[in-house]
């Protein structure tokens, strides 16, 4: 929400959360509160009536959480740093050292344009504007008087973390003044795996803008992929691309040709150790003419085709199959179907052990194996790419320059939920993968600015990392990248345990679809490819809903409730009859509003036809076993 000048000096006057402590008995007027980690603060915000002055986070063990604070003086300061204190366990010793957390300053870009073909209700600010994204390097940064300075905050849980309360503080320190808030930490307990569950790539330039000086295939270039690929792997990326044009070719058609594939083997070797899934190899293919035209077709480029026959023996020989894909041309349109289907059964002839992937602009390209069309052409083509997801063939979307209107994307001017929402598309569809083009694809000049990351192109397609003096420097958008990435770890974990309770009870649990709650649940945020809330608090209260109830899982009484149809169903007069399946620990009570469920089996199983009548849209069901008590609620939507 953002409020009028004169609201803000109201808000400056009697709502000063934290106050700044220049000595003893002197204090500095300003401002240091929280925020969420979906919100992009303006320089102009100013903290809201009866906000909170706690920085409250909720993450798994083995998670990186979100969060933020804003501090906004009355003064200027020229140099401005933070600190944390040790998270310190509030009911046993369990401690999660403050080295466990990174603090960094928000970064803002001037921007005189907006983003065209989106809605002004769907921009984050209407330009011009200085918008927050990337993050400081330095730890200290100057701050001016009356602007607020967002401070970004990520701690790392450890996997070991004891579950529970944490609570330290962040103080915000000038050179004669200082402030703190408290931060309270609660750790799920539950694990996100350290195995994820999406692939995940961005391409990049590398080394890129930033790293012109560094020497190709020299020691340094070498340990520069390594800290590239950590970063990536520590945002959940799981792949990176190269050229084909990595491997050497040397010789000719008559006395033969010969290969050196040693620059590319230390590549996968750098990646591959550093948790890199995937190595994508660009391009064997070209096309004959412009994308739109008519008469162009797709044509194998002969020597990358001998490249890869020549990669596919090193595959082979260094047990790395299914860990390459190739690209053939990108974004094939209609037009090139016929073509491109032939040109990728000689890729499999040459490599079979080597995938085939594509950014598509078209639907029928013969025995492709990963289809990646773009989010608005899976929403209008989805009936053809649901074919594709009942073969072998895996399906990932991608976005670039496109989508825009009301869809979900990366621009610099939309919001952090439209980044994160795009991984809650990937479980709706059971989606294998996304792919973005614009790692670091900055144009010449200062990355800091609307030109270098945009270029004619919509604000901040270009990149959502930025170049540091020794590595890529994170963002705002990118840090809500790797949250959407965890909340959907959230999503497969609870329907993991639920594959888990239905293989332990066995052929009784044979209704039990373990992917029906998660669903429900992520339903709650998201209803299609460009149909989804606008309001970080349901986002946030779905993900906390879905940690409760993993957790619920692993603890007594068991409480598994599934509908037909499923929550959030719109039932017409009819009548309404709803059926009721349950699993309930052996010898437990249940009711079902409030009525007792008598029909429950010695396995717990239960099942109860319910009529649903026309004021009461909930069906509550609860469970009691050695005197403790568990209730869940399915929530449906009454029509006449």
């Given at each position: 929400m953002r409020t009028s000048s004169i609201g803000r000096l109201l808000l400056f006057v009697a709502a000063i959360l934290t106050p700044l402590h220049r000595g003893a008995g002197e204090t500095l007027d300003g401002a240091l509160w929280p925020s969420d980690a979906l919100t992009k603060v303006l320089r102009s915000d100013s903290p809201e009536v009866g906000s909170k002055s706690v920085i409250r986070v909720a993450a798994a063990r083995a998670e990186i959480a979100s969060a933020q604070a804003v501090f906004r003086p009355r003064a200027s300061h020229s140099a401005v740093s933070a600190g944390i204190s040790d998270l310190r366990h509030v009911a046993s010793?369990?401690?999660?050292?403050?080295?466990?957390?990174?603090?960094?300053?928000?970064?803002?870009?001037?921007?005189?344009?907006?983003?065209?073909?989106?809605?002004?209700?769907?921009?984050?600010?209407?330009?011009?504007?200085?918008?927050?994204?990337?993050?400081?390097?330095?730890?200290?940064?100057?701050?001016?008087?009356?602007?607020?300075?967002?401070?970004?905050?990520?701690?790392?849980?450890?996997?070991?973390?004891r579950a529970g309360d944490y609570q330290g503080t962040l103080t915000v320190t000038s050179a004669d003044a200082s402030a703190e808030i408290p931060l309270e930490l609660h750790v799920w307990d539950f694990e996100v795996p350290a195995d994820r569950h999406l692939s995940v790539i961005n391409w990049w330039r590398f080394p890129g803008p930033g790293f012109e000086n560094v020497q190709p295939y020299g020691e340094e270039y070498w340990d520069l992929l390594q800290r590239f690929c950590l970063f990536l792997v520590e945002h959940r990326q799981t792949d990176i691309q190269t050229s084909i044009g990595l491997i050497r070719e040397t010789g000719d058609d008559q006395?033969?040709?010969?290969?050196?594939?040693?620059?590319?083997?230390?590549?996968?070797?750098?990646?591959?150790?550093?948790?890199?899934?995937?190595?994508?190899?660009?391009?064997?293919?070209?096309?004959?003419?412009?994308?739109?035209?008519?008469?162009?077709?797709?044509?194998?480029?002969?020597?990358?085709?001998?490249?890869?026959?020549?990669?596919?023996?090193?595959?082979?020989?260094?047990?790395?199959?299914?860990?390459?894909?190739?690209?053939?041309?990108?974004?094939?349109?209609?037009?090139?179907?016929?073509?491109?289907?032939?040109?990728?059964?000689r890729v499999h002839e040459i490599a079979p052990h080597i995938r085939c992937i594509e950014a598509v602009e078209a639907e029928y390209l013969g025995a492709l194996d990963v289809y990646v069309p773009k989010l608005s052409h899976l929403n209008l083509w989805y009936p053809r790419f649901q074919q594709v997801q009942s073969t072998s063939a895996?399906?990932?979307?991608?976005?670039?320059?496109?989508?825009?209107?009301?869809?979900?994307?990366?621009?610099?001017?939309?919001?952090?939920?439209?980044?994160?929402?795009?991984?809650?598309?990937?479980?709706?569809?059971?989606?294998?993968?996304?792919?973005h083009w614009g790692l670091n694809h900055f144009a010449a000049g200062d990355p800091y600015t609307q030109e270098a990351l945009s270029e004619g192109l919509p604000l901040g397609d270009r990149a959502i990392a930025y170049p540091g003096t020794s590595g890529l420097l994170g963002s705002l958008r990118f840090s809500a990248m790797r949250d959407g990435l965890q909340d959907y770890e959230y999503l497969w974990v609870l329907e993991n345990e639920l594959s888990r309770v239905k293989h332990k009870v066995g052929k009784e649990a044979f209704w039990l679809d373990p992917r029906q709650r998660p669903l429900e649940l992520c339903r709650r945020v998201v209803w299609s490819f460009y149909d989804y809330t606008r309001n970080?608090?349901?986002?946030?209260?779905?993900?906390?809903?879905?940690?409760?109830?993993?957790?619920?899982?692993?603890?007594?009484?068991?409480?598994?409730?599934?509908?037909?149809?499923?929550?959030?169903?719109?039932?017409?007069?009819?009548p309404r009859n709803i059926g009721v399946r349950g699993l309930v620990p052996p010898g437990a009570t249940v009711t079902l509003?409030?009525?007792?469920?008598?029909?429950?089996?010695?396995?717990g199983y239960f099942l109860q036809a319910h009529f649903m009548s026309a004021d009461h849209p909930t069906i509550t069901v609860t469970v009691e076993h050695n005197g403790k008590k568990r209730t869940a609620e399915r929530v449906f939507t009454l029509a006449d």
């Open positions: 010793d369990a401690v999660i050292p403050a080295a466990a957390v990174r603090l960094q300053w928000v970064r803002y870009i001037d921007v005189n344009r907006n983003t065209s073909g989106i809605p002004e209700d769907e921009l984050q600010v209407k330009a011009p504007a200085s918008i927050p994204d990337a993050f400081w390097e330095r730890p200290q940064i100057a701050v001016q008087a009356d602007q607020a300075q967002p401070l970004w905050i990520e701690i790392h849980v450890p996997a070991a973390a006395q033969g040709y010969s290969y050196d594939t040693s620059r590319l083997e230390r590549y996968a070797e750098v990646a591959f150790q550093t948790g890199i899934r995937q190595i994508h190899l660009h391009s064997v293919g070209t096309r004959t003419a412009e994308i739109t035209a008519p008469e162009s077709r797709i044509e194998p480029v002969e020597s990358n085709l001998r490249r890869l026959a020549a990669w596919e023996k090193v595959v082979l020989q260094r047990n790395w199959p299914n860990r390459f894909l190739v690209s053939i041309s990108d974004e094939p349109f209609i037009h090139h179907e016929e073509s491109y289907a032939a040109v990728v059964d895996e399906l990932w979307f991608y976005t670039c320059c496109h989508p825009v209107g009301r869809y979900p994307n990366r621009f610099l001017d939309q919001s952090l939920l439209k980044v994160r929402i795009l991984h809650w598309i990937n479980y709706l569809h059971d989606l294998d993968g996304y792919l970080p608090e349901v986002m946030l209260g779905t993900r906390e809903a879905i940690a409760r109830e993993i957790e619920q899982l692993t603890s007594e009484p068991l409480l598994i409730v599934q509908t037909s149809p499923p929550e959030g169903t719109v039932v017409p007069a009819g509003n409030g009525r007792p469920v008598t029909n429950v089996r010695p396995s």
